[in-house]
């Protein structure tokens, strides 16, 4: 069970009392427990929330949906999501849009600093040229490696160690060689 327990609405007649802290960032109805008491109580609603990310923690990418990233993470797909794309569309032609685009959220990513995905990552927005995508779905091991080492430096900077980066790389490798990508 999560740490953090939201119970919300209170009724206004109790003396009950609740604090949140923090408080949670994004809400969907999957995040709530409904509960219907007796019929002259107004119903409980308890919001469940995960822990937030931590710097280099590695999941499939789809596993950091609803997490904090308080504010100073984010999580970057290794390979990059077009390039996934790519290889998808290339080696399984017979796979809907839908199923291509949610296949790409089961990749592995890893936590890092939001101003160094932003700044370094030659993944990041127009950097991830067509050229590359083409170039990376051929091989995406190979684009992870390469990917993980343009950051390396500024995760070092970061307070990161050689072992850690390599930790996380060998995770990466093993969720991307179980989801058979």
């Known amino acids: 069970m999560p740490n953090l327990v939201v119970v919300d609405p209170l009724p206004e007649d109790s003396s009950i009392e609740a604090t949140t802290t923090p ?19 107004p119903p409980i609603y308890i919001y469940l929330s995960k822990p937030p990310v931590e710097f280099l923690e590695v999941e499939l990418y789809s596993d950091f949906v609803r997490r904090s990233r308080q504010g100073k993470y984010e ?11 790519a290889y998808l569309k290339a080696h399984y032609p017979d796979m809907t849009p839908e199923d291509i685009e949610l296949a790409s ?7 890092i600093p939001k101003k160094v995905h932003q700044q370094i990552s030659e993944t990041y927005g127009g950097r991830n040229t067509s050229v590359q995508i083409e170039l990376d779905s051929k091989n995406l091991r190979a684009a992870l490696d390469r990917n993980l080492d343009a950051i390396k430096p500024a995760l070092k900077e970061q307070g990161a160690t050689e072992n850690q980066i390599e930790s996380a790389r060998s995770k990466m490798h093993k969720l991307n060689s179980e989801m058979e990508l």
Request: charged share 20%.
């Open 23 to 41: 408080i949670p960032e994004e809400k969907t109805f999957a995040d709530y427990i409904l509960i219907l008491p007796l019929s002259n109580i």
């Open 75 to 85: 999580a970057d797909h290794m390979p990059s999501k077009a390039a996934v794309k």
């Open 105 to 111: 959220q089961d990749v592995a990513a890893i936590v």
